[in-house]
């Protein structure tokens, strides 16, 4: 039987702002929990508004360990005002610009999962770059262009214990399907043509590889 989220981490992640399906959200929460094993921090980028933050601060808790999430909160190029993914209700109208924090903390307060969560605020490759811990699951749902995109796995990949889980979201291979961009696609790629990761699991846009060597 694959893990499965408790009902009312399941309805607090149904409730939340966010850009993860429920399919692909079991998959995630499947995958924490199998890293969370590890014993070792689960890492996020791309916090938003902390939707797919419920399903790995869920899986942190029941492993007994930290689920930590890294976002500027300034949002993504397709989230800026008059593009296609925008909220007017993330904008903060003292600074003019997107503020994704204040909604993120309800989120999580609302979920009663604070304690098993640390927020990072800043840019993902500034973050990495201080980074010293191993993590159990790096999980890339930041910035969709092949900068940020590359930034996230160039940055985080090498902090993953052998073992442990590169998940991926909106891998899309055919052009034809993509919403933002095939970025993360070639990220994948990248990840399996350097020979360091095995797919375990393919649940729509979401990718699970396991780092089942060093070298990255
Ligand atoms: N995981 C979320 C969706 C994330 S949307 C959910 O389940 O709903 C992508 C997020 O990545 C945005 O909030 C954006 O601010 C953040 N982001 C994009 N590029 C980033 C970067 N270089 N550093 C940190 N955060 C970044
Ligand atoms: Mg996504």
């Known amino acids: 039987m694959p893990a499965a989220p408790k009902p009312e981490i ?6 939340a702002k966010g850009f993860m399906p429920v399919g692909e959200g079991l998959a995630l929460y499947e995958a924490a929990v199998e890293a969370g094993r590890l014993g070792l921090p ?3 980028v791309g916090t938003y508004c902390g ?4 399903l790995l601060a869920g899986a942190a808790r029941e492993a007994g ?4 999430t890294v976002d500027h909160h300034r949002g993504s ?7 296609e993914y925008h909220d007017p209700e993330t904008v903060d109208p003292e600074v003019g610009r997107m503020d994704t924090l204040p909604a993120f903390r309800r989120t999580l307060h ?5 304690d098993h969560v640390v927020a990072v605020v800043g840019r993902s490759p500034q973050i990495a770059a201080l980074w010293r811990t191993p993590v159990g699951l790096v999980f890339i749902d930041g910035g969709h262009t092949d900068e940020h995109a590359n930034g996230d796995y160039e940055g985080w990949a ?9 998940v991926i979201h909106d891998v899309f291979p055919d052009p034809a399907d993509e919403f933002t961009g095939q970025a993360p696609y070639r990220v994948y790629l990248r990840a399996l043509e350097s020979g360091a990761f095995t797919e375990i699991t393919v649940a729509d846009s979401l990718r699970v590889l396991r780092r ?3 070298g990255i």
């Open 212 to 214: 089942t060597r060093a």
């Open 77 to 83: 190029e397709e989230q800026q005002p008059g593009w």
């Open 42 to 44: 689960l890492l996020e």
């Open 110 to 114: 609302r979920a009663g999962l604070e």
């Open 10 to 15: 399941l309805a607090a992640f149904e409730a």
């Open 51 to 54: 939707r797919s933050t419920i």
């Open 65 to 68: 360990v930290t689920a930590v």
């Open 158 to 166: 090498p902090h993953l214990a052998e073992g442990g889980l590169l």
